[in-house]
């Protein structure tokens, strides 16, 4: 009981020692407010008089002095003009390299534009601004036609291409819809199509995983020999790894092969190889036999890391076939 009343007692002093005044006039207190006070005046005055101290030409960023990685060929508008602004607009404003929002604001400027996939840094000094960008490229096409979309929702529509990139976002763009100029990916009944805008991504798990797949070939696809990536995976199996992702070679030929690839780079089943060493697999057997496009019938299985032939197309008969008609 008198721990409890001595504690009470210091307690009481302590308010009644406080004064307002004495805490706003001590030494610590008044120096926190001149630091600040000082900071504020010089942000202000820096932000007013920066081009009377500096000459605004000696720091204006142009396209001369902004270092941006190079865009692809197909794409608009010019970031740089996004960046330093046209200068031959009546109401052109020189852009400062000394302005202490260029980096955000010309982050913001970037994040609105589709085809960049990642703002990989901005970086500026008093020689000019360096921009470190990764665009984004189709990996492949999505058929959206009378085979990959049931009859009545196909119906009065028009067959269509889709180009997706890695991440499976639909892109935009004045790209080759023609067959041959990129993979095909052929998908039953694709889902989401109601939400498709430019630029987003694509929900349907199997487009996505064809996607990482297409990433994975890069252009080896037409070098091999191959011609479409598809899979049997439907809407209410769209996750099943025991159904396989195909590489077929173009219909048509007087020769057809299938590649049975397995799952997407990332997703393998237990004791299924990884990505690069199915590509090693496929880079050494076309060494030996030659391009795909150019064998006889078969059914090829590289799910285990090595090239293993299951038979002709027709006649195979091997557990590994089981969903591939």
Known sequence: ????????????????????????????????????????????????????????????????????????????PDLR?????????????????????????????????????????????????????????PVGMVEINEKTVAPAAFKGKKAVNLHIDRQGVVMAGPHSERSGDHLLISIGNPMYMDQLLPWSQWQDVRVQGAAKIGEALRDRWKRLGFYRLTTFRSRSNADDQRIPFQLWTEPGRKYRVHLIWGNPPGEEMANEASAQEKLLAIDQYVQANGTFDQMTDRVVDVRSGSVVVLGDYNNASNESLRNLR
């Open 1 to 76: 009981m008198a721990r409890k009343r001595r504690r009470d007692d210091i307690l009481d002093r302590m308010i009644a020692s406080f004064s307002f005044r004495g805490t706003l006039l001590h030494p610590a207190t008044l120096f926190l407010l001149a630091t600040v006070l000082i900071l504020a005046t010089a942000i202000f005055s820096w932000e007013r008089y920066k081009n009377r101290i500096l000459p605004p030409d000696q720091y204006q960023l142009t396209a001369d002095n902004l270092q941006i990685s190079p865009q692809p060929s197909w794409t608009s």
């Open 81 to 137: 003009t996004m960046i330093v602004g046209d200068q031959r607009a009546s109401d052109y404003r020189p852009v400062s390299i000394m302005d202490t929002a260029l980096v955000p604001t010309v982050a913001n400027t970037l994040q609105s534009v589709g085809w960049i996939e990642k703002i990989d840094g901005i970086q500026k000094s008093k020689s000019g601004l360096d921009v470190e960008l990764t665009f984004r490229y």
